[in-house]
């Protein structure tokens, strides 16, 4: 099940921004790119290599939250609203508690994991 949701974040879909990305998807995704951050962080402390995960987990990141965005018929431009402080606490509360819309939606059909 891991490797699944392993697979999402850096090879399947990690660079596509159009489509949608389910709940379940973008909390999995989140919770392992979280727990594989902790020692990159660590390495960036020792050495520059660990600036590369972020670098190199950046767009598949952003791509994940344009397409819950899609998933719950919002625009992925709203990612724009993450650099306000407090407004991204509340973007992120939306990502992870309003469910995603069962229908087809302009941004395409609804999404199977």
């Not at 399947?12 to 973008?26: I, P, W």
């Not at 190199?56 to 724009?80: E, K, Q, W």
């Not at 650099?83 to 991204?88: C, E, K, M, T, W």
């Amino acid at each position: 099940m891991k490797e699944k949701y392993l697979k999402i974040l850096f090879t399947y879909n990690s660079s596509m921004f159009k489509g949608r990305a389910s709940r379940k998807e973008y909390i999995m995704c989140s919770l392992y790119y979280m727990l594989l951050s902790i020692p990159a962080i660590i390495l960036t402390m020792l050495i520059p290599v660990g600036v590369l995960f972020f670098l190199y987990t950046s767009i598949p990141c952003a791509a994940l939250v344009f397409r819950r965005l899609h998933d719950i018929n919002l625009s992925g431009y709203f990612i724009i609203l993450g650099a306000i402080p407090y407004v991204n606490i509340i973007l992120l509360l939306i990502f992870i508690l309003v469910p995603g819309y069962t229908k087809k939606n302009q941004y395409g059909d609804p999404p199977i994991l």
